[in-house]
């Protein structure tokens, strides 16, 4: 039996604590700064190009966001690509939002969503060029059922970018796993999730039959994120807490947490898969 977790406690918050942080595509995961002066809005649609190029698109594709968010990848593919593009999604409150920004931006005919969990959801069989996970990984906790699943759906010689924090080896997740701050943002934040080491990814993807093309290392770039982040949240405090008191220091708490690890007992990187078989 598949085993899913519920993390909606967070990503089904309001659309607009959000926004107040994030960049206004609100991408929530890992931007990639090509200069010390770019803007974290400049990081995050650089990030969106390098997702694109890791994946070879060049116009067309049919693509499946799993774990979208707030539909930034798939809104911006389908507007700078022309893809066709799926997100899938357990926080309902997510898809109204992605609906009206599709709406808006004109691109309600390639942006489509699902509410669920990718293991469980009804998706054909090759029906996909591309698929994504940024960020999302981690609150699954099968990862062979999810690049089992991932494989299934992707045409052949389709790709797979895989972009995720992980614990720098399983020395440091058996150190760190169940200390006081990984389960504040465990238990507290999202309500469940689970680092692991690159070295899983990696496994789980090759026993899927996945041959892995490129592994980059991103987590300078997720540090310098959240160093905006956590300006941003400075910043909106009174407009987060309007929302809920105490919730500004609760966002910042984790955040700080998240950049305390990076290079000591995590990294962030973004591991790219073809199917070729």
Not at 37 to 44: F, G, I, N, R, V
């Amino acid at each position: 039996m598949t085993v899913t977790a519920d993390t909606n406690q967070h990503y089904d918050l309001d659309p607009d604590i959000f926004g107040q942080f994030l960049d206004p595509l609100r991408k929530y995961s890992s931007a990639l700064y090509e200069s010390e002066s770019d803007t974290l809005e400049q990081a995050q649609r650089t990030k969106l190009r390098f997702v694109a190029d890791r994946l070879g698109l060049t116009g067309g594709e049919r693509l499946l966001d799993v774990g979208c968010g707030w539909g930034s990848l798939i809104l911006f593919m389908a507007q700078e690509f022309g893809c066709a593009t799926t997100g899938i999604s357990p926080a309902p409150r997510q898809h109204g939002y992605i609906a009206e920004q599709a709406a808006a931006r004109g691109v309600a005919d390639r942006v489509h969503t699902r509410v669920g969990h990718f293991e469980q959801l009804d998706l054909p069989a090759k029906s996909f060029d591309a698929v994504t996970l940024l960020g999302s990984i981690v609150h699954m906790p099968d990862l062979d059922a999810v690049f089992r699943r991932a494989k299934t759906v992707l045409r052949r010689g389709g790709s797979l970018y895989v972009s995720e924090s992980c614990f720098r080896n399983a020395a440091a997740r058996n150190a760190f796993d169940t200390r006081a701050g990984t389960e504040f943002v465990r238990a507290d934040i999202f309500g469940w999730g689970d680092l692991r080491p690159l070295s899983d990814l990696l496994t789980a993807a090759e026993n899927a039959g996945f041959s892995i093309t490129a592994v980059d290392d991103l987590t300078a770039h997720y540090h310098r994120t959240i160093e905006d982040w956590i300006a941003n949240v400075d910043a909106a405090a009174e407009r987060i807490d309007a929302h809920r008191p105490g919730l500004a220091a609760q966002l910042r708490h984790y955040l700080e947490i998240a950049n305390a690890g990076w290079g000591y007992t995590t990294k962030h990187y973004a591991l790219t898969c073809r199917n070729a078989r």
